[in-house]
């Protein structure tokens, strides 16, 4: 790996995904994590992880405590880690400044100084980045926009809902127009309809290119939101990337499992253990489906299409049983819930 | 089932402005979803209904007691528990201290009081904690700690506002769990929550509430008997491929997320033909369902925004309001 | 399992109490609470000093030993009369504002501190109620260390004057009791009022005793600029001060001292009364199930 724009190249050891060909280049359009630990004196934060993020939407979740937070402040570059590499953009983490321009944060803190307007505050924002009088009211009137808080921009901040706050933040984290936004629960204490007009901002940022990492407990969400998933417990990563292929790479030991709704049952499941990748076919309670388990998804549903066509029966519903986000969490975590 | 809640002509105004323009309506489900946007007046209804406000107009009754009548309220206060959305607890007092003060204040006498402050917590998974003063606990342990007050007087009816909120997904998914037992025992829970998903899960009816006005009313279990042409369908491949094929043979196809379609089937298609479809646009069909209008739907259209399909209000009883523009003027918090 | 959970969200079904007995909840789970404190106890026990020292001095009096040795002098030097029992009934007042400044903000501190009210008022208990439930933690306390220990050492004195000595000295009974409760209902009020203003106790202790010599300092600075006394009115002890003198009829204390300030006795009244419904409107205010937000 060789030198590039003056900063030292990320050491000698590429992080284990990274394909060997990859290059400089590549870097400038990926943040690479690299073997970080983060102890708080004996406390741990984070320990021993790689990760590369792509541009997307990338959601972390894990339990309270699990050190998402943590990983947040260490690529906003608020902490430093002690041990191992991070690099934004190819920009490494101890360059705070380049790294400002590249990062916007967004985080749970709910206070605002007293009798600052929601316009204000984006606009004080961004002179203090270092824009100019013009420059800051361009940019912050845009961010504002982007958020659909022009109506109440002038109003006191004090007065807002607690969903026009995060909106707000927001605005504040995308106004310096930043190449990744990391955002800490930006949909808490939002109604559904912002919800789900956060989701589709998202989603029109992460198509032009941004990065897009969000933390949030709302796993039915990330589902459909989400690019990536990063699953975090105790300050370990527990799996890391779409989620199907997360979930498909989990299939040896938590077989998916299916539920299709058909008019014979009986014959479906004759099919299906032609393929020696099902390993269960178990008759649903009311007779009239069945729930199979299958070593590899992949392959049954293919099998499936094909069953459907030619096969003498009507298949009425195809529901994965567990090939979502909720699943991984449960399987990988659990429902110990020993920290909440 | 008879009505647990009804609204009579209900109308509240706080600070000289009406929020609550009189609401009529019956609740009889066992779990009813409370919905609206911030400042539809969701927690002034409850609040009302634990007569925290008086009514200025017309009234209304929960369980048979008037809240208009000062014994009925008290009735009602006694049969009633309610979680609020803030943090709310005392703090230097152990958890089945509390539990208890609030079950004798409920009316319970002070053994059954007691005894019930244990199977509370104890219910709500608070067993070994139970004994530590409420301020050490964590967040979702005071979570729970606010249902144990909330239940151990056995109410009837049940007040729960945003119940999962700060709860990590295990946490949700344990508080869903409870609540949904709760219903089961034969208690009316009335849940207040931001999140369709938490209301779709436990609830069988929904009141949708939009500026102080019924926006949607409708019985969610009848919504759920399938019997449509609704389709929902998840796909690897080459979807937009699949979604012209559909398209070409007369479906009705929205994309949504990012491997999904919305579909409506035209009365000559079956499942096969959705099959053939794909087999044919290199697509695999990963997920296949009737689509029965997801709460989703239904919110969106009560709220006058655009939906994929416009769901047909047959068992709901929608009372379309001109809605008007999207006002970020609408700071009044309830 | 399950039959244990389902038993626990089950309605409830049994016997309920009164409202009567649901309103001795808050007193009981406050007395329950209140020795919690090692400095509630040395207080409680500190206020017993002056009524030791007037039990001790009456029985010396009628001590033939005690009065050998100290001779006839002492008797006429420590007479127990209306002067001594107006400085009693005065220093036992101070011990129950210090109880009430102790005690009175955690009773209310505790429950607003993490948003408890509206836990309480969604229960069938009014808010006037709740408040007289807190009250009456403090009343217990407060009694004993005023009017119980004064009316006690009444008796004890009547025991050896005899009955002509009680019902010539009925005045001293009643102002004992009504002045008594005068500080009870004032220090009271007002500790409770300052802790739902306040919120965290330490500041409404701290409210609390400032107040009063900030107000005492102020009361002296307004007779003084304008060279009047009513300036005195603003000062809670000196009200409290006149109202004594004027249960007991009495000017001097210790038959010495003459510590009334220069105000009418009906005025006072009528600041007491002030002070009083001040506190009441503050605590109707602020002890509320939600906040109302502008």
């Known amino acids: 790996m060789s030198a590039r724009n003056g900063h030292a190249a990320p050491g000698d050891h590429a992080p284990d995904n990274l394909a060997p060909d990859a290059h400089a280049a590549d870097l400038r359009e990926t943040i690479v994590i690299k073997n970080v630990s983060k102890f708080y004196g004996e406390i741990l934060g984070v320990n021993r992880v790689n990760l590369i993020i792509r541009p997307g939407v990338t959601s972390l979740v894990g339990p309270n405590g699990s050190g998402k937070t943590t990983l947040m402040n260490l690529l906003s570059g608020l902490l430093q880690p002690t041990r191992g590499e991070i690099n934004v953009l190819g920009v490494p983490v101890a360059d705070a400044e380049r790294l400002g321009r590249r990062v916007g944060y967004c985080t749970q803190v709910d206070s605002f100084p007293s009798g600052m307007t929601g316009y204000d505050f984006v606009y004080g924002f961004l002179r203090v980045g270092g824009f100019g009088p013009a420059d800051a009211k361009a940019r912050a009137w845009s961010a504002i926009e982007r958020v659909d808080l022009v109506d109440a921009a002038k109003r006191k901040v004090a007065g807002y809902s607690k969903g026009m706050r995060q909106r707000i933040k927001l605005a504040g984290a995308i106004s310096h127009g930043p190449r990744a936004l990391i955002l800490d629960e930006p949909m808490n204490g939002l109604d559904p309809m912002a919800r789900a007009e956060m989701a589709a901002l998202f989603q029109a940022l992460a198509a032009e290119g941004h990065f897009v990492i969000v933390s949030s407990h709302i796993l039915h969400e990330v589902d459909t939101l989400s690019d990536a998933v990063v699953v975090i417990n105790h300050g370990y990563v527990l799996a890391e990337g779409d989620i199907h292929d997360v979930r498909g790479a989990m299939d040896a030991d938590h077989p998916t499992g299916i539920l299709i709704r058909c008019d014979k049952p009986g014959l479906l499941a004759r099919h299906a253990f032609e393929y020696d990748h099902v390993i269960e076919a178990r008759l649903h309670d009311d007779g009239q489906g069945l729930l199979v388990r299958t070593r590899d998804a992949e392959k049954f549903f293919r099998a499936l299409g094909e069953i459907a066509l030619t096969a003498d029966l009507t298949i009425d519903s195809v529901t994965p049983a567990d090939d979502d986000v909720e699943a991984v969490y449960r399987y990988l975590i659990g429902t110990s819930g020993e920290t909440t | 089932m008879s009505e647990v809640i009804r609204l009579e002509g209900l109308g509240v105004r706080l600070g000289g402005r009406p929020i609550l323009h009189e609401l009529t309506v019956r609740l009889k489900g066992r779990a009813v979803g409370l919905l609206g946007p911030n400042g539809a007046g969701k927690t002034t209804l409850v609040h009302t209904l634990l007569g925290f406000h008086a009514p200025s107009v017309g009234t209304a009754q929960v369980l048979d007691h008037d809240i208009r009548d000062p014994r009925g309220l008290k009735a009602i206060r006694a049969a009633v528990g309610y979680m609020p959305e803030r943090d709310a607890f005392l703090g230097d007092v152990s958890a089945i201290r509390q539990v208890r003060l609030f079950a004798e204040l409920s009316g319970l006498p002070p053994k059954a009081a007691l005894e019930r402050a244990h199977e509370a917590l104890i219910a709500v998974g608070l067993g070994e904690a139970r004994y530590r003063e409420v301020r050490t606990y964590s967040l979702g342990m005071k979570q729970r700690a606010k249902l144990a007050q909330a239940i151990a007087h056995g109410p009837r009816v049940l007040f729960l506002d945003e119940p999962t909120n700060g709860l990590d997904p295990a946490g949700r998914a344990r508080m869903l769990q409870i609540i949904a037992e709760i219903r089961d025992s034969g208690v009316t829970v009335v849940l207040s929550s931001h999140l369709l998903h938490d209301v779709e899960q436990v609830c069988d009816e929904v009141l949708v509430l939009k500026d102080g006005h019924v926006a949607l009313h409708a019985d969610l279990a009848a919504q759920r008997q399938a019997n449509t042409r609704f389709l929902d369908v998840e796909v690897r491949g080459d979807r937009p491929a699949l979604a012209q094929a559909l398209a070409a043979g007369g479906c009705e196809v929205a994309l949504h997320g990012r491997w999904r379609l919305k579909v409506v089937l035209p009365a000559a298609w079956g499942m096969r033909d959705v099959y053939a479809a794909a087999a044919a646009s290199d697509a695999q069909v990963r997920r296949l369902t009737y689509r029965r209008h997801s709460l989703e739907d239904l919110f969106l259209h009560a709220m006058g925004l655009p939906t994929a399909f416009a769901p047909d209000v047959e068992g709901t009883s929608a009372v379309p309001q001109a809605i008007p523009p999207k006002e970020a003027a609408d700071v009044r918090r309830d | ?294």
């Open chain 3, 1 to 294: 399992m399950s039959a244990a959970i389902s038993r626990a969200f089950q309605p409830y079904d049994g016997e309920r109490t009164s409202s009567a007995d649901q309103f001795w909840v808050i007193p009981r789970y406050g007395y329950r609470e209140l020795f919690r404190s090692r400095f509630t106890l040395i207080l409680f026990v500190a206020s017993f000093f002056f009524p030791l020292v007037f039990l001790a001095a009456i029985y010396a009096r009628q001590n033939a030993q005690v009065l050998a040795i100290f001779g006839q002098q002492m008797l006429d030097g420590v007479k127990i009369d209306a002067g001594a029992y107006i400085v009693l009934t005065y220093a036992q007042s101070w011990f129950a504002f210090y109880l009430a400044l102790w005690v009175g903000p955690p009773l209310l501190g505790r429950d607003m501190a993490n948003n408890g009210l509206p836990l309480y008022l969604s229960r069938p208990m009014s808010r006037t109620a709740y408040i007289a439930g807190k009250l009456m933690v403090l009343l217990g306390p407060l009694s004993i260390v005023t009017w119980i220990m004064g009316v006690f050492v009444l008796l004890f004195q009547g025991s050896f004057e005899g009955s002509a000595w009680l019902v010539a000295n009925g005045r001293l009974f009643m102002a004992v009791f009504v002045g008594s409760w005068v500080s009870i209902v004032l220090y009271s009020l007002v500790a409770l009022a300052l802790s739902a203003l306040l919120r965290r106790r330490w500041m409404a202790r701290g409210a609390m005793l400032g107040s009063l010599f900030i107000l005492r300092g102020v009361a002296g600075i307004v007779n003084l600029l304008f060279n009047a006394h009513w300036g005195s009115l603003l000062s809670p002890t000196e009200v409290q001060v006149t109202i004594l003198s004027s249960l007991f009829g009495q000017d001097r204390w210790f038959g010495a001292l003459n510590m009334r300030p220069d105000i009418s006795a009906g005025s006072a009244w009528i600041v007491f009364g002030l002070i009083c419904a001040a506190c009441l409107a503050v605590l109707y205010r602020r002890v509320r199930a939600y906040e109302v937000v502008r």
